[in-house]
């Protein structure tokens, strides 16, 4: 259990369902927030899914202070709900809300992110103690069958489990994957990557992942397997592969440290070999992420932009293929979601209620952050020096 984000919470007080006095400083900030919001579409206590009820008029101070952190905060402690939080939370992201609410904290947040390398060697273990140590108890609630943890491929598929599946022998394709290879895993997760291609494409595998709960995981799953799990960090990793895969760990990489990754993926990678990558990407070059998600979610987490990673990559690789599969990440994120909540019963007796709705903010505000095209999901295809004649990259 982690050491910050499950705590036992009393509980919730001070709520009142109540509007405050249009004199007062509370009043005076709902009416401000009552004009924001209503950009956005939204009414305060309205009767619309999508409507945010108040139920602490304390929220508007809390949000005006503290931006997107004290707007999640105040979801957390019960200060208010809607119906459909996915759908309030996709209008305010899509209306740029979230970003004017932000403005006080990013002075501060951009000047830490440029004098702090936030995801150096010494400070890499602390996203798999936070957040992939959490327990493998709700990840497997929340996951499909092979638990895998990033976004599923939908284009043929009905269930969770068919779409995670797709997504492996898509990106096992793409890889040109054959028996007798060597492949690489940096971020293996749980290891439902390296038993697919072990079982399913005669490969050896190595994974790597800097959560010891993850990798205890995956070395029981992968048994059976020509599977070797590591518990290090990709700047301590020695070997040479034909292949390479990493999925959904290049977010935790960090601006600062692009150029290393890269410039180890290429060590590891022999001549004509090739490298898929698989991650978050934003529309816009940042060095810093969301105070909420960076302090309850994914601790010096980080959002690349395409930018970051072409000038990362000059003179490394040679990008082979670019594939767009984000819209395909708000139906996982839906489905995770409603695995969480149906499962919330196993679930609540170790994690408690404030946890549950950090989870599901955590949960809604990413499907709509892909829902609103803000966050893209790319495949991205690399070789170290331009395969000859190109390659015809399956879809």
């Given amino acids: 259990m982690p050491r910050v984000i499950i705590v036992r919470m009393s509980e919730f007080t001070h709520m009142s369902e109540s509007s405050p006095p249009h004199n007062t400083r509370a009043g005076r900030l709902q009416r401000k927030a009552e004009g924001l919001l209503a950009g956005a579409g939204v009414k305060i206590n309205g009767e619309r899914p999508w409507d945010i009820q108040i139920h602490d008029s304390r929220t508007f101070a809390r949000v005006f202070a503290h931006g997107s952190l004290g707007f999640g905060e105040a979801y957390m402690d019960g ?21 004017r609410l932000a403005l006080p904290q990013k002075v501060a947040r951009w000047a830490l992110g440029h004098l702090v390398n936030l995801q150096s060697g010494r400070r890499a273990f602390k996203i798999g103690e936070a957040h992939y140590d959490l327990g493998n108890d709700l990840f497997e609630r929340m996951l499909d069958k092979r638990m895998m943890y990033s976004c599923a491929y939908w284009k043929d598929a009905t269930t969770l489990d068919e779409a995670q599946e797709a997504k492996l022998d898509l990106a096992c394709r793409k890889l040109g994957l054959k028996p007798g290879m060597k492949l690489l895993d940096i971020g293996c997760g749980w290891g439902g990557m390296a038993r697919f291609a072990a079982e ?18 995956a070395q029981k799953l992968c048994a059976d397997r020509p599977v070797t799990i590591r518990v290090e960090d990709y700047r301590e990793h020695q070997g040479e592969y034909d292949r390479i895969v990493s999925i959904g760990m290049f977010e935790h990489v960090g601006h600062r440290n692009y150029r290393t990754y890269f410039q180890h993926a290429r060590r590891f990678l022999k001549p004509g070999g090739l490298f898929l990558l698989l991650a978050i990407f934003g529309n816009v070059s940042l060095t810093r992420t969301d105070p909420w998600i960076e302090k309850y979610i994914f601790p010096n987490g980080m959002i690349p932009s395409p930018r970051q990673m072409t000038r990362a990559i000059e003179r490394l690789f040679v990008i082979e ?62 070789s170290p020096n331009g395969h000859p004649g190109g390659l015809r990259v399956p879809r």
């Fill in 200 to 217: 399913k494409y005669g490969v050896t595998v190595t994974g790597i992942t800097v959560s010891k709960q993850q990798a205890a995981y």
């Fill in 79 to 99: 200060w208010w709900d809607a119906e459909r939080l996915d759908e309030l939370l996709t209008r305010i992201i899509g209306s740029r809300l979230d970003e």
């Fill in 321 to 382: 293929d670019l594939h767009n599969i984000g819209p395909d990440y708000d139906r996982t994120l839906l489905a995770w979601d409603a695995n969480f909540e149906r499962f919330w019963p196993e679930l609540k007796e170790k994690y408690d209620e404030r946890f549950r709705r950090m989870w599901r903010f955590y949960l809604m505000a990413s499907a709509a952050s892909f829902r609103t095209r803000h966050d893209q999901l790319f495949q991205v295809l690399l």
